[in-house]
């Protein structure tokens, strides 16, 4: 048949229940159910989306550049103005800050994204006190002609102060200033559990500074809106989305009420959401909240274009490894990836040995930066308008998930906003309980991790040492507000009810307020512990804890099995020491005293379990532990029984747990550096 007569083969159309009718056919007895996921979102994903799954979408055939912008912002999305590259720098070294940036800047970064630290909260970041210290940062950096991202954490009052000093010393317009310097006060107490400052004087300080910006650096913006403490915490996207929006809305109803229009201050938000691992709910994520948000900042009483979103995203720390690092690339691709078709204004990709703390990351940063230059200039993403638009599983999924996050967002309202819920714990127990369900995933290995849970290379060599500590605050004391915020209330002649007093006491520690944090952690960490305990073990012992693996009968019939225990077992940072064929009750206990093992798994058909097992061989195996690889069989579990053994290992296994047990019976000391 030649091309031509293919082109005129015609298909006769069927329906959804005739696929399903053929589905069922095919799957042989197994319920249609079987081919249904349910996610963490409590969306449950179909095997085949249609046109009716996307009918009650009212805002179905709006175009990219209008209302909710689910599609994007403008019109010709990023054809005209790619998302910017904005690898962030978080070092708190002056001299080496300054390299980072300039390297970045060097090899097409676009935009200048870094961390201000605070003295009086752990955290990371540079610590600048004075124009000098930011004079050297910021030596040879064109801050002119380049936005910027600055995330201050609480406050931005004490390194706002320093920049305009920085600036008027350089001869920098502020009025020409692109970019964000940010305040999440919110996010800062989330991630800490307490904050030392009055809620209310930040609040004054945002609004203070979000007038002085108004009238004094009109493109830059103030506030900044951060989702990482609840991805990190373990939150579904629904929650994630949820708490995100209640914590925007809440500096909403705080700056309104300080005298702030709608119009100044929804589009001086810049949004931060972490971008996680499940591609197509991470970019429905990203259109969902848009269309949340247009939904909020319109019941405000925002014009369509105060509800435009702004958005900085950055690859998930939740879904990074310490070991198998390289794997990490694949993942932040991934991640890139999704977050570039949800529709973002800039992106920060961490990079893949972040985890491991080392000191020399620049090949790292150049692949986290590479990422994002092969999306936008070879795989050519900025050359499409909203290519996910019209897809009926993920304008599906956008739509679900828009609608359970504005349900949840208003239950959070209806306990009177995001901060009167921290202190109910609401927000926490709901995300613990979401954590909950993702770790026991990840020990009984339904969501597998490569190079972690599964498919472990037992011969890796660390990149460097595997102890993650936490940045002590910096003992800098940062100098007096009074001086330097004299010359910005000075020139503020907007009427504003908010004292120079008021404004000082914003940096002023007082009781901090406590709320029960939201841990963060990395979805990894559990499995990680094992296999430095392991680590510690080689080190100690010169070989780590080992178990035998003995295969009863026939090699090739037992592959399966075999495959499946050396997986397990090595997740732990066990090694295996495997037998040659045992055909018979001799062949086995003669390999076993050949042995000093304290521990066996037994690989074989259910056949050869049941020939083992008997009297003789229970009475001469002694304080030995024995795993079987396979599901318990009654005939099975009554001959077992008699030996004493340990547990039947099989797909829904918690391996976490049993690896755990069995490092604690063998003497492994437990190590919770990874944690």
């Known amino acids: 048949m030649g091309i031509h007569e293919s082109k005129r083969i015609t298909f006769d159309k069927t329906d959804a229940k005739t696929w399903k009718e053929e589905v069922i056919k095919i799957l042989k007895g197994a319920p249609f159910e079987t081919l249904l996921t349910n996610t963490y979102e409590n969306i449950t994903i179909k095997p085949l989306y249609t046109k009716k799954d996307i009918e009650p979408i009212k805002h179905l055939h709006t175009l990219p550049g209008e209302k909710p912008f689910n599609r994007g912002s403008n019109s010709f999305g990023y054809t005209v103005q790619p998302w910017l590259i904005a690898q962030g720098v978080d070092v708190d070294n002056l001299e080496t800050f300054n390299e980072e940036v300039r390297e970045e800047l060097a090899i097409k970064q ?6 201000v630290a605070d003295s009086n909260i752990p955290s990371n970041g540079l610590t600048v006190n004075t124009k000098e210290e930011l ?3 910021l030596q040879d950096i064109p801050i002119m002609g380049t936005p910027i991202l600055v995330n201050t954490g609480a406050n931005s009052l004490p390194f706002l102060s320093v920049f305009i000093e920085y600036c008027a010393s350089h001869c920098i317009s502020m009025e020409k200033l692109e970019g964000t310097v940010g305040m999440d006060p919110l996010h800062v107490l989330v991630k800490n559990a307490n904050i030392p400052y009055s809620f209310e004087s930040l609040y004054d300080a945002m609004a203070f500074k979000l007038l002085w910006a108004k009238e004094h650096a009109p493109q830059l913006k103030t506030i900044i809106v951060n ?3 609840y991805h990190n915490g373990g939150a579904s996207a629904v929650s994630e989305l949820a708490y995100t929006l209640a914590t925007a809305t809440d500096y909403l109803n705080e700056c309104i009420e ?7 201050l929804a589009p001086r938000m810049t949004f931060c959401f972490s971008i996680g691992s499940h591609f197509f709910m991470e970019i429905a994520k990203l259109r ?3 269309i949340v948000w247009a939904t909020i900042v319109e019941a405000f009483g925002g014009s369509a274009e105060d509800q435009k979103m702004r958005i900085h995203a950055q690859t998930s720390s939740y879904t990074k490894a310490i070991y198998d690092p390289y794997v990490n690339i694949i993942r932040s691709t991934v991640e890139s990836f999704a977050a570039a078709m949800g529709g973002i204004e800039s992106l920060h990709v961490e990079p893949f040995d972040k985890q491991n703390q080392r000191d020399n990351r620049s090949f790292s940063r150049r692949i986290a930066r590479n990422t994002q230059l092969i999306l936008q200039e070879e795989a050519l993403l900025t050359k ?3 290519p996910c638009g019209g897809s009926y599983y993920i304008e599906s999924i956008t739509n679900e998930l828009a609608e359970k996050a504005y349900k949840l967002f208003r239950q959070v309202e209806a306990k009177g906003g995001m901060l009167e819920a921290l202190k109910s714990g609401f927000p926490q127990k709901d995300i613990e309980q979401t954590a909950i369900n993702r770790k026991m995933n990840v020990e009984v290995r339904k969501d597998r991790i490569v190079g972690t849970n599964m498919f472990v290379n037992m011969s890796e060599q660390p990149l460097t040492k595997l102890t993650v500590k936490d940045k002590l605050p910096s003992e800098k004391k940062r100098k007096s507000l009074e001086e330097s915020l004299n010359s910005m209330i000075a020139n503020v002649s907007l009427p504003l009810k908010i004292t120079r007093d008021q404004l000082l006491k914003a940096n002023e520690l007082e009781e901090p307020l406590k709320i029960t944090p939201i841990k963060q952690h990395r979805l ?13 073990y080689l080190l100690k012992n010169g070989q780590r804890p080992k178990v035998g693996l003995l295969i009863l009968g026939n090699i090739s019939s037992s592959k399966t099995k075999s495959d499946f225990a050396k997986g397990f077992f090595e997740a732990g940072g066990f090694e295996l020491e495997s037998s040659a064929s045992l055909n018979n009750v001799n062949e086995v206990m003669e390999y076993i005293h050949s042995r000093n093992l304290s521990s066996y798994v037994l690989c074989g058909r259910d056949e050869a379990y049941l020939d083992l097992f008997n009297d003789e061989f229970a009475k001469s195996l002694t304080n030995i532990r024995f795993y079987l690889i396979g599901k318990p069989i009654k005939s099975v579990v009554e001959k077992c029984s008699s030996i ?3 547990q039947f290992i099989h797909e829904k296994t918690n391996c976490y747990e049993t690896l755990l047990a069995l490092q604690l019976k063998m003497g492994v000391t437990q190590n919770e550096e990874a944690n």
């Open 258 to 264: 300080r005298g702030i229009s709608i119009h100044d």
């Open 135 to 137: 004079s050297q940062a």
């Open 524 to 536: 990894t960490e559990d499995f990680e512990a094992l296999r430095l305990s392991s680590d510690h």
């Open 644 to 646: 004493g053994l340990v």
């Open 227 to 229: 989702s990482e403490a």
């Open 384 to 386: 499409v308008i909203d």
């Open 288 to 290: 969902a909240a848009k």
């Open 110 to 115: 676009k935009m200048i994204h870094f961390y």
